[in-house]
Structure formats: structure tokens, C-alpha cells
């Protein structure tokens, strides 16, 4: 059913669909609106059979959902930013148990200084957790992968983030196809648990495991990943089959066949970047795009047959590890390692903390990678002459003051 509708209402919806039997919620800037709107679902009967369970914060959301999960119940949250820190200790537990919990991330930044605005900084952040992660481009991809998160989780028995970028996303009201119930009952049957908490049948999880062993279940985790390779492709096909649209996969291409120049991006940045390639290719400048939906698991050998036939590549990312340049470009060079004649790679970090990231900014950092490439990370659109001065204040003051307020001082001073 085409609804013109909030992007956090239609995943309430979704979600929804598939039929949680708990719901975990506790509210952070940008995804409060989805567990409202599933809080609301819940509350006037459209989805039964759930309880809906107001926690005392972000960490304790995630610690019912692995106890629900464990128990035997299609667990479900969400949370953002700081959020998801909070819960760092259990986003580990709950990959390590193996339990098929889906979580939304409403991607935004994380502070300090406080910044609500959207970049992928806490997806990041735990891209090592054990969590696959799956990237929406846009609101209708949104609905799509939550619906494929369950069957994704549930038959690889593994947590799954679905990414969506917090305000660019969440608020923004456009036209998306919801599915019909009798629809996503045929796509995701009934959850049947591969482990569960049984008082007839005890058995322990979470014990202690030496180094006898350790070794053992961390392959085992990274052993399903690279399975899911495998899977996640599968249920893109089949729910194409069923909605007759095509969303999720490992990765898509854009106008990639006789590109020279190809971008590498994740997110609902995708949707400026086509629009950046097809006035650049009015101008005759062969470019294309390769948008990743997977980021774990990471697909090494799918991205390597993308990008085979570039000459260069510049990666286009919303957040930076500190010390080192853009994850996402750091694992792309890993990936690209040992090929014959591989590309020529750029890293451009961009975005960070909400800054709008334009056609005409895209357009230069694209020239720039072909006619006068740079080395390292480059931040698009940096205020050079800001940075200068707060480095030049911070040598020449020992109590040089406090790096963000100084930088907004600086910045007033001028307008």
C-alpha cells in the first residue's frame, strides 16, 4: 500500500509486520519515532501478541531483548549514537550468544561536543561487535531491510543492525510502500529458535569459556558471517520475487560498465551521488557508483568484480578513525590488496555531524581524484583557515582552551 509517510512511522510499520513478540524501547534523538509509532501499533491493537517494554535506558533495552530472545521471543530495538555505547557491553553479549535480536540505528554522531545531527561515527564503532549491519539508501530500502533482518537474524541465528540515517531518513515524509501482512507472513514464517531457555530442558548460555575454547567461538561468529555472504543475496531474490521490488543485497552498482572513476559510498548520501554522476557525465567524465548495503559482513570478493575495471576510486564516508583516515575506505584497501592492477584509491571523509554534502562539493572532490589526486584522508569541504588558527592558538597558548568552543568562537568572530 503506497502511504505518503514519515520514514520512522513506516518502519514502525514494517516492523510491525513481522510480528515482534517483545519490544524493548527507550527514546534518543533521531529514532524515538519509530518505537513511538510501534508503541502506538501496540497500544491500539494492530499488533498483538507483543509486549511493549519502556526500559530505564539503552543498555537495559538491549539486556531484555537478549533475555527475550534467549527465552524463545522475536526480540526488537533501537537506539542511536550515545545509545549505542551505552549498550556496548551487551551488543557483544548478545552477537556472542548468537541470539537473532534486530535493532534499528538511527545513525548520528557522537559527541563530545554534543552534536545530534547524522554520520555513521556509532555504526562504526562497533563494526567489530559481531553484529551484521545492513545500510538503507533510502526510506522505502528502510521498510524492505527490516523486513529481511528477521529472516536474515533468525535463519543465521545472529543479531542484525539495520543503519538508517537519524533526520536525512528518519523524518523525512515521502511516498513508501508498505507491505501487506499476508505478504511478509509468506516471506518470514513463524520464528522457531535454534537455542532457547527452556525450564524443562535447563541448559546454561553466557558461561564462563576459557582459552581452551575462546578461540573456537570467535571463529565460529566469523565463520556465520561469511556465510551470510551467501544468504543475504538469497533473501534480496526472494523477496523480490514476493514485493516485486528489488532492495537489500550485499552491494549495487550505478552506471559502473565503462567507468573509470568509481565512487564507493553507503547510505542515503547514494541518492546525491547519482545525481553528482549524471550531470558529470553530461560533461563527458566517465564515473559510476558502487553503493554497499552489506557492511558486515564486508564483501571482499563481490566489491574486488565492481571495482576490477576502475581506474581509480574515491570512497565517500560520514565518519573517520581517529589517528588512522576512513574505515570504510581502510577495509576497501584491504579488500583491493593483491589484485594485478588495482585501483587507484582516494578517501574522502564527509558529512560528519549533519554538514550537508552538496552536488557541487561531490562534483570538485570528483574532478580533484582524476586531474590532481591526493594522498591520505581528505575532509570535504574543511574550513581550512578555522583549523589553521585553532592550531596556531593551541602552540602558542598553553592554555589554549577547549578545541569546539574556540572553534565556534573563531567562527562567530567572522560572520
Known amino acids: 500500500?503506497?502511504?505518503?509517510?514519515?520514514?520512522?512511522?513506516?518502519?514502525?510499520?514494517?516492523?510491525?509486520?513481522?510480528?515482534?513478540?517483545?519490544?524493548?524501547?527507550?527514546?534518543?534523538?533521531?529514532?524515538?519515532?519509530?518505537?513511538?509509532?510501534?508503541?502506538?501499533?501496540?497500544?491500539?491493537?494492530?499488533?498483538?501478541?507483543?509486549?511493549?517494554?519502556?526500559?530505564?535506558?539503552?543498555?537495559?533495552?538491549?539486556?531484555?531483548?537478549?533475555?527475550?530472545?534467549?527465552?524463545?521471543?522475536?526480540?526488537?530495538?533501537?537506539?542511536?549514537?550515545?545509545?549505542?555505547?551505552?549498550m556496548a557491553e551487551a551488543v557483544y553479549n548478545a552477537s556472542g550468544l548468537g541470539l537473532p535480536i534486530v535493532m534499528t540505528l538511527g545513525n548520528r554522531a557522537i559527541g563530545a561536543p554534543i552534536n545530534i545531527w547524522n554520520d555513521h561515527s556509532e555504526a562504526m564503532s562497533m563494526r567489530d561487535a559481531g553484529w551484521m549491519q545492513l545500510f538503507a539508501e533510502t526510506n522505502q530500502e528502510a521498510v524492505d531491510l527490516h523486513i529481511q533482518a528477521f529472516k536474515l537474524a533468525e535463519e543465521m541465528s545472529m543479531p542484525v543492525m539495520v543503519c538508517v540515517d537519524g533526520f536525512i531518513l528518519t523524518h523525512a515524509v515521502e511516498r513508501v510502500d508498505i507491505p501487506q501482512q499476508e505478504d511478509v507472513d509468506t516471506y518470514l514464517p513463524p520464528y522457531e529458535p535454534?537455542?532457547?531457555?527452556?525450564?524443562?530442558?535447563?541448559?546454561?548460555?553466557?558461561?564462563?569459556?576459557?582459552?581452551?575454547?575462546?578461540?573456537?567461538?570467535?571463529?565460529?561468529?566469523?565463520?556465520?558471517?561469511?556465510?551470510?555472504?551467501?544468504?543475504?543475496?538469497?533473501?534480496?531474490?526472494?523477496?523480490?520475487?514476493?514485493?516485486?521490488?528489488?532492495?537489500?543485497?550485499?552491494?549495487?552498482?550505478?552506471?559502473?560498465?565503462?567507468?573509470?572513476?568509481?565512487?564507493?559510498?553507503?547510505?542515503?548520501?547514494?541518492?546525491?551521488?547519482?545525481?553528482?554522476?549524471?550531470?558529470?557525465?553530461?560533461?563527458?567524465?566517465?564515473?559510476?557508483?558502487?553503493?554497499?548495503?552489506?557492511?558486515?559482513?564486508?564483501?571482499?570478493?563481490?566489491?574486488?568484480?565492481?571495482?576490477?575495471?576502475?581506474?581509480?576510486?574515491?570512497?565517500?564516508?560520514?565518519?573517520?578513525?581517529?589517528?588512522?583516515?576512513?574505515?570504510?575506505?581502510?577495509?576497501?584497501?584491504?579488500?583491493?590488496?593483491?589484485?594485478?592492477?588495482?585501483?587507484?584509491?582516494?578517501?574522502?571523509v564527509a558529512g560528519l555531524g549533519g554538514r550537508p554534502i552538496t552536488k557541487n562539493s561531490l562534483a570538485d572532490l570528483f574532478r580533484q581524484s582524476l586531474v590532481q589526486p591526493w594522498e591520505g584522508t581528505h575532509f570535504l569541504d574543511l574550513n581550512e583557515r578555522i583549523v589553521a588558527r585553532n592550531i596556531h592558538r593551541s602552540r602558542k597558548v598553553r592554555r589554549s582552551g577547549p578545541i569546539a568552543e574556540n572553534l565556534i568562537r573563531q567562527m562567530a568572530t567572522e560572520n
Do not use: W
Not at 527507550?26 to 513511538?36: A, F, G, R, S, W
Not at 533473501?235 to 565512487?263: M, N, P, Q
Open 194 to 348: 535454534v537455542q532457547v531457555l527452556d525450564p524443562a530442558d535447563p541448559i546454561s548460555i553466557g558461561a564462563m569459556v576459557g582459552p581452551e575454547a575462546f578461540t573456537e567461538v570467535r571463529f565460529l561468529q566469523h565463520y556465520k558471517q561469511q556465510q551470510a555472504l551467501s544468504l543475504i543475496p538469497v533473501l534480496a531474490d526472494e523477496f523480490e520475487d514476493l514485493f516485486g521490488r528489488r532492495s537489500g543485497g550485499l552491494l549495487r552498482t550505478y552506471k559502473t560498465e565503462d567507468a573509470e572513476l568509481i565512487v564507493v559510498a553507503m547510505g542515503s548520501v547514494c541518492g546525491t551521488i547519482k545525481d553528482t554522476i549524471d550531470e558529470l557525465r553530461e560533461e563527458g567524465f566517465l564515473i559510476g557508483l558502487v553503493t554497499l548495503i552489506s557492511y558486515r559482513p564486508f564483501p571482499v570478493d563481490q566489491l574486488r568484480d565492481a571495482l576490477a575495471e576502475a581506474e581509480h576510486i574515491v570512497v565517500v564516508e560520514k565518519s573517520v578513525s581517529v589517528g588512522m583516515g576512513g574505515p570504510l575506505a581502510n577495509d576497501i584497501d584491504l579488500a583491493l590488496r593483491n589484485m594485478a592492477h588495482p585501483p587507484r584509491l582516494h578517501s574522502a
Open 1 to 86: 500500500m503506497l502511504k505518503q509517510i514519515e520514514g520512522s512511522r513506516a518502519m514502525a510499520e514494517a516492523i510491525a509486520l513481522c510480528r515482534p513478540e517483545i519490544i524493548c524501547a527507550y527514546p534518543i534523538t533521531p529514532q524515538t519515532h519509530i518505537v513511538e509509532g510501534v508503541g502506538a501499533l501496540v497500544r491500539d491493537g494492530t499488533l498483538q501478541n507483543c509486549e511493549f517494554i519502556n526500559v530505564e535506558s539503552e543498555f537495559a533495552a538491549l539486556s531484555v531483548a537478549i533475555g527475550a530472545s534467549a527465552a524463545g521471543a522475536r526480540a526488537y530495538t533501537a537506539t542511536a549514537s550515545q545509545g549505542l555505547l551505552f
